[in-house]
């Protein structure tokens, strides 16, 4: 385990160095953030000039799940897609051989190599929005609901990472699966809102197939005292469940790589 | 006991297969038509600790199939493989770290950083202890001279330059065995020497076991001791370089420089005429008729000079996978 985070921490060194031979994409990037975040909050003012609440969330509620949003919006960009772009990039070039041959896990190894540094900006930017959130909010904010969010952002992180190693591994069988990363960041947009916002139908699809539910509305929703206890264990089971079904799947795939299934 | 022990390895792959045109496509969308390709068929092995071993074949032997399946990387479709003692598909990392991969055409470096920071997290990856690492790194360093090209992006470096950053990250952990695939493709000759070299130099130093792949001639010729021919996925000839030509090619090469020129002489009644351009004539003659012929024709012609050699090695193998012909040793 130790040796594990150690790993991680010199990848993202070396991601680092890597990333700031790049230092005028790190600008542009943090004013696109910015401007992207701007956006976003003219949105919701723009709506709540004309109600004090969308479905039951007001206006501090839904900054906080905007915040939950652009920090998912972060962690997303910065370890999972690159590395599953990655994934995807050397199974299609062969060079996938070089991660299966070495002696640590494949599936820890290309899930980490490469950490997108400048996307902490989308990080930061939404936990300032979550603490904003939280102030206004803080006459009904209590320590348990801290937890429970922290809780229900992690149980969201694995399960965004779990399906995005689905889609990777997708790439053994399919060459070119990068168009359905399009497909995916188009359905993200959804996770700005809240998902009770949504017909039935699309509520479960957004909460089962793609698990935006879990990842933005969640948390925000445990935050903000509108989550039950028993939510979050429902979260973390589903977070186990989809961790392992990820896993099992990159395994089968890896076996179908090496002929072994055959 | 061998290091590296193989027994009927075989390996067979389904191919789809279609026609040209957008029917042909069309209909293969629903109708797949499969043919099995028997890449590796029933090869046997028993290579030695710390011997060099080229496999020699033209593209598509089942030279790169037979590497991927020791180094862990293929499950074979039958037959049974220990190297180091393991079963290499199992990828133990037991086994993982005391091997190593080279591939010519795939690279393993971050082409977006200095090939330095590969090195360490190869290192890291490896759990190579901190002094042991820094003394692999230091020798490698100094047998490549690679000193000056270290903290270069590896996107800038040069084909050979990158190519001897590939074969340093791949043996920083000081594997015990080396596969070699195609470690000099595209380089030119004098690099080509160099990597030779550097590859002579580690095997007799560090005393791992190598196996190279190559189609250019001179790397096995000029590194192996111990040549396996393969050629639609089977042995056709697993021995000593020496004994290559004496196997699959029982030939001499006669080449005569006469005094004067000869018309109507039937040179084609000694042997083949490989070459006939004015007073030079080069035949190609059985073994067992070299001396005959040589003293049939020093008798019959004015020759101011013969010499009788053995076929180019190049030569010896481009008339076997001609002819498709081989004999198991």
């Not at chain 1, 939950?68 to 995807?88: D, E, K, Q, S, Y």
């Not at chain 1, 002696?103 to 190599?113: E, G, H, L, T």
């Not at chain 1, 990068?178 to 916002?197: L, S, T």
Request: overall charge positive; some cysteine.
């Amino acid at each position: 385990m130790l040796r594990h985070l150690r790993l991680i921490w010199l990848f993202t060194r070396v991601s680092i160095q890597d990333t700031a031979a790049y230092r005028t994409d790190f600008f542009a990037h943090v004013l696109v953030t910015i401007f992207n975040g701007g956006a976003e909050l003219v949105g919701l003012w723009t709506i709540f000039s004309n109600t004090r609440s969308l479905n039951g969330w007001n206006a501090f509620q839904m900054v906080a799940l905007l915040g939950v949003f652009r920090t998912m919006n972060g962690i997303i960009g910065m370890v999972i897609a690159p590395n599953m772009r990655l994934i995807m990039d050397d199974i299609r070039e062969g060079k996938l051989d070089f991660i299966i041959l070495k002696p640590i896990n494949a599936q820890f190894y290309a899930s980490f190599r490469r950490v997108i540094v400048w996307r902490l900006a989308d990080i930061a930017l939404g936990l300032g929005l979550v603490a904003v959130a939280c102030v206004k909010l803080s006459a009904s904010l209590t320590a348990d609901k801290l937890l429970m969010f922290l809780v229900m952002l992690s149980a969201g992180s694995v399960i965004i990472y779990s399906f995005w190693l689905v889609l990777a591994t997708l790439a053994f069988w399919l060459t070119r699966v990068n168009n359905m990363e399009m497909v995916f960041w188009n359905v993200f947009e959804a996770g700005r809102y809240p998902v009770d916002i949504y017909r039935p139908t699309v509520r479960l699809g957004l909460t089962y197939v793609v698990p935006l539910a879990f990842i933005t509305t969640f948390p925000a929703a445990a935050l903000v005292g509108k989550a039950q206890a028993s939510g979050v264990a429902l979260a973390v089971l589903f977070a186990a469940a989809a961790l392992a079904a990820g896993s099992s799947f990159w395994r089968y795939g890896l076996r179908h790589y090496s002929g072994a299934s055959a | 006991m061998g290091q590296i022990e193989v027994h009927d390895l075989c390996k067979t792959f389904k191919v789809a297969e279609r026609e040209g045109g957008l029917g042909a496509a069309m209909r293969s969308l629903l109708f797949r038509k499969h043919r099995q390709v028997h890449a590796v068929d029933h090869i046997s092995l028993d290579i030695k600790a710390g011997e060099v071993v080229g496999f020699l074949g033209p593209n598509g032997a089942g030279k790169t199939t037979t590497l991927k399946m020791l180094s862990g990387l293929l499950h074979p479709t039958a037959g049974e493989a220990t190297v180091l003692g393991h079963v290499p598909w199992r990828r133990e990392s037991a086994y993982l770290r005391r091997i190593s991969m080279v591939m010519g055409q795939r690279s393993q470096l971050n082409w977006d950083l200095p090939a330095m920071d590969s090195f360490l997290v190869h290192l890291a990856v490896y759990n190579v202890e901190k002094a042991a690492g820094r003394a692999a790194l230091d020798e490698l360093v100094e047998l490549l001279s690679i000193g000056g090209v270290l903290k270069k992006q590896v996107r800038t470096l040069s084909l050979g330059e990158r190519m001897k950053c590939e074969i340093c990250v791949s043996l920083l952990h000081s594997p015990s065995v080396l596969f070699l695939d195609e470690p000099t493709l595209g380089l030119d000759l004098t690099m080509q020497d160099r990597i030779r070299d550097f590859i002579r130099e580690y095997n007799r130093h560090h005393g791992a076991t190598i196996i190279l792949t190559s189609h250019y001639m001179a790397d096995v010729t000029a590194l192996c001791k111990r040549i396996v021919v393969i050629d639609h996925g089977r042995i056709l000839f697993d021995g000593p370089l020496a004994d290559l030509s004496a196997r699959l090619a029982p030939f001499k090469i006669i080449s005569i420089d006469l005094q004067d020129d000869v018309d109507g002489y039937a040179f084609e009644r000694m042997g083949e005429v490989v070459a006939h351009e004015g007073r030079k004539v080069t035949l190609r003659v059985g073994k067992e008729d070299a001396a005959a012929v040589t003293s049939r024709l020093l008798a019959d012609l004015a020759v101011q000079d013969v010499t009788i050699q053995d076929p180019p090695i190049e030569d010896v193998i481009r008339q076997v996978f001609a002819s498709g012909r081989g004999t198991h040793p």
